[in-house]
């Protein structure tokens, strides 16, 4: 992982090039058309965010044909794509499998396997939450072997291969999976978010191949990395959902005057307003940390997701509300946005969890 080099005005452009973009391929018609069909990708708009733009690259090193950007630069587009709830799988791919193929610090994967991620040629996802409270195994079979199951695996069904945090007899490891390997199975889920599919995947003795050595520090850096990346997308939606809200309220009429001049609204697009610009401070500060610090970058993604979880929601339903009957129908944007809200606010731990390792990694616990 690099550290952040561009100004705050360059990273202003790139935002106002990536908008512009996505505005044209990325609009809730389309939207709801990709989330209407069975493949879960907006394919037009990922090729042009990974070769045009080089979002799928931004976290990868300049010599595996990445932008050799940090995690401020990748905020940007988290946040600009959340905006549009644009069907990419640049959390899964673009930001969780990079990052977790860079922290195992294998120089062999980073030469096979960057590359691909960076030109957006090839879509990775990683599995780690333990499905039916059993937990994922590797053995050593003459050649690594996977078996248990992972749920909640992001945009598992157009992964081509799949990074898996599996235990070992001596600790945990990262492991590569072809997405279509025997014994792999992958089961659809119903998820709140429909713009971003989850799978059940299954491992019965699947192949695998061993990504560097011990993991598990790098398992809890791969988890605060998360939890900014989501963080940010959870900005991206509440400043759109912020705009939309104060829009309506100018120019819907009720007795006479829009419903913005009453008291009861103004404050409640206010308090959108003050959650918004704390959420954007939390994102900056957290996206600048610098990855190399292991207490700062943990502290930094704890504070951001505690918050961000918290506010975010509440940005979304206070949107509705704003706007009535119509903010309920399926008809109107808002709840596109509150699936995807709902559903970060959970990932990497909601605010309540995120508290608590707070506590505990400040000492401040019983």
Known sequence: MNTS?????ERADFRASLRDFLSDTSPESRVREVIASESGLDEATWRGLASDLGVAGLLIPEEFGG????????AVALEEAARAIAVVPLLASGVLATI??????DASANADLLPGLANGSEIMTVALLDGGGVTTTARDENGWSVYGSKTAVLNANIAQRILV???????????????????LVITPQNSLDLTRPTALVTFEGVAATRIGSEF?????????????????ELLGMSEKLMEVAVEYAKTRVQFGKPIGAFQAIKHRCSEMFAHVESMRAAVGSAALVDPTDSVGLHEQALVVKAYCARFAPWVAEATIQVHGGIGFTWEHCAHLYLR??????????????????????LGLTA
């Open 5 to 9: 080099t561009t100004t705050a005005a």
């Open 100 to 105: 977790a193929i860079q922290l195992a610090d």
């Open 67 to 74: 932008q050799g950007m940090g995690m401020a630069e990748m």
């Open 216 to 232: 598990s520090e790098s398992l809890n850096a791969l988890n605060a990395f998360g939890r900014i990346a989501v963080s940010a």
């Open 340 to 361: 995807r809200v709902k559903t970060d606010e959970i990932l990497f731990g909601d605010a309540l969890t995120c508290r608590y390792q707070l506590q505990q990694l």
């Open 165 to 183: 945090v599996a235990s070992t007899p001596t600790g945990t490891g990262l492991f590569l999976v072809d997405a279509k390997a025997s014994g």
